[in-house]
């Protein structure tokens, strides 16, 4: 995504502070939205 305005810039550089996630959320996302 190429952010568009000041909003959406300021949500691309608060995205790279961000951790990882981890194996136990990757899961939760296959078991509640894939189904």
Do not use: C, H, R
Not at 2 to 31: C, H, M, R
């Amino acid at each position: 995504m190429k952010p568009k305005n000041k909003f959406q810039q300021q949500i691309v550089e608060a995205s790279k502070t961000l951790p990882s996630i981890t194996k136990e959320q990757i899961q939760w996302g296959y078991d509640n939205a894939i189904s």
